[in-house]
T-cell receptor, first 115, second 112 residues
Framework: EPEVTQTPSHQVTQMGQEVILRCVPI?????FYWYRQILGQKVEFLVS????????KSEIFDDQFSVERPDGSNFTLKIRSTKLEDSAMYFC?????????????FGNGTRLTVT | DQQVKQNSPSLSVQEGRISILNCDYT??????FLWYKKYPAEGPTFLIS?????DKNEDGRFTVFLNKSAKHLSLHIVPSQPGDSAVYFC???????????FGTGTQLKVEL
């Protein structure tokens, strides 16, 4: 069964540094997402992306965050100047269309640790 | 933000018995509900879903029940198996959208 793949599995960075988290969504999927889970807390929506633009974003997704689909297969999340509170598990997800007919498929996540 | 709540952080069940996981929501705009299962070091995996026009959906050992008037849904697993031991998340969306609001999860342990 096709999978959403994320790299790296674990990223350690210093506060103030930029990080790029990478994802390869399932190939015939059209909608792409980033979610995050801070340790001990809920999985939270960050952003959705469709047709090469952001379709929805949460209040968490401020100016330090950006997303990009640089080619036909990758989907990236960039955090420009990381803060300690950005430490979390970041999950990429994708689906074909509306959630009624196409549940989100999640990758295994990237654990980001900001020191 | 407590729009989706799972009040039981953990549940322990014997193998072969029924597991019942509960979820409550407050947002009346939610019209689609999903259950995801998560093993350590993996992402959430879709299990089963239900639209607000239904009150029950069944898939093999998994059944989801929706009580709209009570804003409550539950996941039944019968019979429970040791491989079902995982964290179970309830999630909801509104208006056919793809933004999911998750609960905090329930850790299910199925014992031999």
């Amino acid at each position: 069964e096709p999978e959403v793949t994320q790299t790296p599995s674990h990223q350690v960075t210093q506060m103030g540094q930029e990080v790029i988290l990478r994802c390869v969504p399932i190939s015939n999927h059209l909608y792409f997402y980033w979610y995050r889970q801070i340790l001990g807390q809920k999985v939270e929506f960050l952003v959705s992306f469709y047709n090469n633009e952001i379709s929805e974003k949460s209040e968490i997704f401020d100016d330090q965050f950006s997303v990009e689909r640089p080619d036909g297969s990758n989907f990236t999340l960039k955090i420009r100047s990381t803060k300690l509170e950005d430490s979390a598990m970041y999950f990429c997800a994708s689906n074909r269309g509306r959630s009624y007919n196409s549940p989100l498929h999640f990758g295994n996540g990237t654990r980001l640790t900001v020191t | 933000d407590q729009q989706v709540k799972q009040n039981s952080p953990s549940l322990s069940v014997q193998e072969g018995r029924i597991s019942i996981l509960n979820c409550d929501y407050t947002n009346s705009m939610f019209d689609y509900f999903l259950w995801y299962k998560k093993y350590p070091a993996e992402g959430p995996t879709f299990l089963i879903s239900i639209s607000s026009i239904k009150d029950k959906n069944e898939d093999g050992r998994f059944t989801v029940f929706l009580n709209k008037s009570a804003k409550h849904l539950s996941l039944h697993i019968v019979p429970s198996q040791p491989g079902d031991s995982a964290v179970y998340f309830c999630a909801a969306s509104a208006g056919g959208g793809n933004k999911l609001t998750f609960g905090t999860g329930t850790q299910l342990k199925v014992e031999l």
